[in-house]
T-cell receptor
Framework: GAVVSQHPSRVICKSGTSVKIECRSLDFQATTMFWYRQFPKQSLMLMATSNEGSKATYEQGVEKDKFLINHASLTLSTLTVTSAHPEDSSFYIC?????????????FGSGTRLTVV | RKEVEQDPGPFNVPEGATVAFNCTYSNSASQSFFWYRQDCRKEPKLLMSVYSSGNEDGRFTAQLNRASQYISLLIRDSKLSDSATYLCVVFLYNQGGKLIFGQGTELSVKP
């Protein structure tokens, strides 16, 4: 089946630095990629939706200049957390929407646990 | 009001028990419904889709009541391996096609 490879799985960074998270679709083309954030004991909150070759659509309250999303190819989407602060510490996860998987096919990456110190 | 609300949990049950999870959604335009399972610090995995006619997959039964905007999941003969967080998820096509997740209900099955 479809697989989305997400890296890194865990990262610890200093406050003020930037962190890049990559999601690669293996053996399929991810026309749309969704980026979520999940705080402990809370639901996955959609941050933004990206389509290959176009600008990402951000959800209300998500700073587009802080969370930079690039979806330059059909197999790679990246999320860069710029000038990270401790409150950005969270579980970030991507999900690729793939057509032809029978209905609404969504494949999730394995997630990235970001800790900002 | 949250778009998708679930029982707060946690549910602590013995092996072999039957447990039911409830979920309500606020957007009547919601088109598709799912139950996902999420293990600690892992990505969510699709457990099953939910249909108005109800559907069953082994020990798991899902029901949807569109009039009441209510979704349920029933787990029979609970196993230790069922311990996880169960996420109620709705799909909204008219918002660009996106999944809205409930906060999840934690299930702990004890021996």
């Amino acid at each position: 089946g479809a697989v989305v490879s997400q890296h890194p799985s865990r990262v610890i960074c200093k406050s003020g630095t930037s962190v890049k998270i990559e999601c690669r679709s293996l053996d399929f083309q991810a026309t749309t990629m969704f980026w979520y954030r999940q705080f402990p004991k809370q639901s996955l909150m959609l941050m933004a939706t990206s389509n290959e070759g176009s600008k990402a659509t951000y959800e209300q309250g998500v700073e587009k200049d802080k969370f930079l999303i690039n979806h330059a190819s059909l197999t790679l989407s990246t999320l860069t957390v710029t000038s990270a602060h401790p409150e950005d510490s969270s579980f970030y996860i991507c999900s690729a929407h793939t057509e032809g998987q029978g209905g609404y096919g969504y494949t999730f990456g394995s997630g990235t646990r970001l800790t900002v110190v | 009001r949250k778009e998708v609300e679930q029982d707060p949990g946690p549910f602590n049950v013995p092996e072999g028990a039957t447990v039911a999870f409830n979920c309500t959604y606020s957007n009547s335009a919601s088109q598709s419904f799912f139950w996902y399972r999420q293990d600690c610090r892992k990505e969510p995995k699709l457990l099953m889709s939910v249909y108005s006619s109800g559907n069953e997959d082994g020990r798991f039964t899902a029901q949807l009541n569109r009039a009441s905007q209510y979704i349920s999941l029933l787990i029979r003969d609970s196993k230790l391996s069922d311990s996880a967080t169960y996420l109620c998820v709705v799909f909204l096509y008219n918002q660009g096609g996106k999944l809205i997740f409930g906060q999840g209900t934690e299930l702990s099955v004890k021996p």
